[in-house]
């Protein structure tokens, strides 16, 4: 059974271009009602705001501050923990990690009971650019938060953590066909 929405405002006037605008062969939907694609554009608006003044003071882009607070917050973890902890592709956390130790903001050591394995810590002036960003980044935090009373902060916590618990049942394997109504 396909998805019916409305006409957006381009097609009803007719000024949309046949190419451009969905037939009724093809499945349709809101796709600005669509919430993981509004999670994803909300969160790639507030990481790019951020990221602004990142890189404006600190000289770092997403992928390296997301790097920086992780192992800020949890030092001693190997660049797979890195990606689990961000999820971030596995690619990205080494190119990031490589840039980062190149500017001599992380460290890599070997794990104590597992010498094959290395393990990533902040360095003395990765931690200075950490103790910098943490209260910008929360300030940001606030500031986004502003328009919302405590309560509502409250239940967006919750629904957030709801939501991503529920992620966990939505992981599907290559072949496995989609549920149908």
């Not at 999820?87 to 490589?98: E, G, L, P």
């Not at 597992?114 to 940001?140: F, T």
């Given at each position: 059974m396909k998805p019916t929405t409305s006409h957006d405002s381009t097609e009803a006037s007719g000024k949309g271009s046949p190419s451009s605008a969905p037939s009724d062969e093809h499945a349709r939907w809101e796709l600005d009602r669509f919430l993981p694609y509004r999670l994803s554009i909300l969160s790639n608006r507030v990481s790019q705001t951020i990221a602004g003044a990142y890189a404006r003071r600190?000289?770092?882009g997403v992928t390296e501050w997301r790097v920086i607070a992780v192992l800020g917050r949890y030092p001693g973890l190997?660049?797979?923990?890195?990606?689990?902890?961000?999820?971030?592709?596995?690619?990205?956390?080494?190119?990031?990690?490589?840039?980062?130790?190149?500017?001599?903001?992380?460290q890599r050591d070997t794990?104590?009971?597992?010498?094959?394995?290395?393990?990533?810590?902040?360095?003395?002036?990765?931690?200075?650019?950490?103790?910098?960003?943490?209260?910008?980044?929360?300030?940001?935090?606030?500031?986004?938060?502003a328009p919302l009373d405590a309560d509502e902060r409250a239940q967006l916590d919750r629904l957030l953590r709801k939501l991503n618990e529920g992620v966990a049942h939505l992981d599907v394997e290559p072949d496995t066909p989609l549920p149908r109504d």
């Open positions: 600190f000289g770092l190997s660049a797979n923990g890195v990606a689990a902890r961000t999820a971030m592709d596995k690619v990205a956390v080494s190119r990031t990690v490589a840039r980062l130790l190149e500017r001599g903001l992380l794990h104590d009971d597992d010498r094959r394995r290395s393990v990533l810590e902040l360095s003395r002036d990765g931690y200075r650019i950490y103790d910098e960003v943490v209260p910008v980044a929360l300030e940001y935090e606030r500031r986004l938060l």
